[in-house]
């Protein structure tokens, strides 16, 4: 892993992978991984399910900014939504993030039919894994790519959702052995 950050956002993710398993992070090669698709890619609208304090959307955002694309991310939780903005405006990346607070699922049901994405990562409620495909899919354009975390460690509350994506036609995927497991999944 070679990725050039800024000193700041070097500092801001060494604080924040401190405190990783208290706010549900994903690893560095996982979050090196989403902002080399990101890049390679050339993402344009990418969405984050789950923002918690951040940790994964500076990742994103780091990419996006090279790309000109935007990340809308979504956070249950008010006060890691807090952080999470915070720490974008500390490194930089604010202007390409749109942090929305509420239900992941509700947020997405109220979504206007030609809003599209490009990209997609989820790492929320693992049980909800499915509900999130099933409402994200029709804003998913054709090439893109979603990516799921946990899913070799939370095998058995994300198993309907990996069953869906496999008896899904339209999506070519992999299961990736990172720390905690991530889905990789392609749209035909």
């Not at 249950?76 to 903005?85: D, P």
């Not at 929305?100 to 947020?107: E, L």
């Not at 909800?128 to 799921?148: C, G, Q, V």
Request: glycine share 4%; net charge negative.
């Amino acid at each position: 892993m070679n990725i050039l950050l800024d000193e700041t956002t070097n500092e801001v993710m060494a604080e924040l992978e401190i405190t990783q398993k208290d706010f549900w992070n994903i690893s560095r090669k996982t979050g090196n991984l989403l902002n080399m698709f990101v890049k390679m890619m050339n993402i344009q609208n990418a969405l984050e399910i789950g923002t918690s304090n951040g940790y994964s959307g500076l990742w994103l955002a780091k990419a996006l900014k090279e790309t000109g694309g935007h990340l809308t991310t979504i956070e249950f939780y008010e006060k890691r939504q807090i952080l999470a903005i915070e720490n974008f405006k500390k490194c930089g990346v604010n202007d390409v993030i749109t942090s929305i607070q509420g239900s992941a699922c509700d947020v997405i049901r109220n979504f206007s039919d030609d809003i599209k994405f490009d990209f997609v990562f989820i790492d929320a409620s693992k049980r909800e894994y499915i509900d999130y495909f099933t409402l994200i899919k029709p804003h998913m354009t054709k090439k893109s790519m979603l990516i799921a975390d946990n899913i070799i460690s939370h095998a058995e509350k994300v198993k309907d959702f990996v069953n869906a994506i496999d008896k899904d036609d339209e999506f070519q995927y992999e299961i990736v052995e990172v720390p905690a497991g991530i889905l990789i999944a392609y749209r035909c």
